[in-house]
């Protein structure tokens, strides 16, 4: 398995990749929580002496993610201060108590991509706009978010008729782009689920706790969760997300294709949100303690 890890290093070192789609500023302000207000039915809780964390989330974060794997991250998204959410959380970081979306500009400029400049261009559609007016000709790697601001609106069959080399939905957006509620994706769901408008070579549906699925329309190839010791689970998605566009853009094993992302998703739960991106010398040291 390490073998695997440097033959994919190796091979993604040179490529030029463009990342395009919104970039969200993460705030987390540390609370205590005092109890329920007397007067009204609402939590109350008081604010500690600890600095409110900033850090740089969406596609900045999965752009940071990938610039020490490949030649060059050309990031293309909104200014910084647009889209910005504040999580009230306690100490330790595991529970969020609260947050407060504040999103300023949902009328962005229309945005011209010419693929052929680029080996890898990645879309990350969060739903707040950017993506809307997005001109792009060529095929491309997408995620097209469900969250709580667009919940139903965001869904990925606004992308049918582009080409995609891949596309990375998770178990609630696949549930969605096929209309119909389930718990688990079976082998025959998720070739239905491809065969269902997505227009693409690779489809790669994360699961949770149980793991991620890849299928090109035939074969369906599972990958079991990595267990780390969670401390944030935010931002997990989006880490596999830049792996799988990478893998998808590579010659490489199917079982390496939901591996690797997988692994860096698992790694990225080890710290809060965004604080630390993923890295060659991180990756290769979580590989060693969890790859016999």
């Avoid at 002496?49 to 990938?66: C, D, M, W, Y």
């Avoid at 469900?146 to 998770?170: A, V």
Wanted: overall charge negative.
């Amino acid at each position: 398995m390490q073998n695997s890890i440097s033959q994919f290093i190796e091979l993604v070192s040179n490529l030029k990749i463009a990342v395009v789609g919104e970039t969200i500023i993460d705030e987390f302000v540390e609370v205590q929580y005092q109890g329920q207000s007397m007067k009204s039915f609402c939590p109350v809780f008081r604010f500690t002496e600890a600095e409110k964390q900033v850090q740089n989330g969406g596609a900045g974060a999965i752009a940071s993610h990938l610039k020490d794997f490949v030649k060059s991250v050309d990031l293309i998204t909104n200014s910084k201060e647009e889209i910005i959410k504040t999580r009230f959380i306690d100490k330790d970081g595991k529970k969020k108590h609260l947050e407060l979306n504040k999103i300023d500009n949902t009328n962005f400029d229309k945005i011209s991509i010419d693929t052929k400049k680029y080996d890898v261009v990645i879309v990350a559609d969060f739903g707040h706009g950017f993506c809307d007016k997005l001109e792009i000709e060529g095929g491309f790697h997408l995620m097209c978010q469900t969250n709580s601001n667009n919940f139903g609106f965001n869904r990925l069959s606004k992308w049918k008729k582009h080409r995609k080399h891949s596309i990375c939905l998770d178990l609630r957006e696949a549930s969605l782009q096929v209309n119909e509620r389930f718990e688990e994706c079976s082998d025959q769901k998720a070739i239905e689920i491809y065969d269902y408008e997505i227009n693409c070579d690779d489809l790669f549906v994360t699961l949770g706790g149980k793991g991620a699925l890849l299928t090109e329309g035939n074969n369906v190839y599972r990958q079991p969760v990595f267990k780390s010791n969670i401390v944030d689970t935010i931002g997990a998605g989006d880490t596999f997300f830049a792996f799988a566009s990478l893998m998808s853009a590579i010659e490489i094993s199917h079982e390496n294709k939901l591996m690797i992302p997988s692994l860096a998703a698992s790694l990225s739960t080890t710290w809060l949100c965004n604080e630390e991106s993923v890295t060659r010398e991180k990756l290769l040291d979580y590989a060693n303690q969890h790859l016999q």
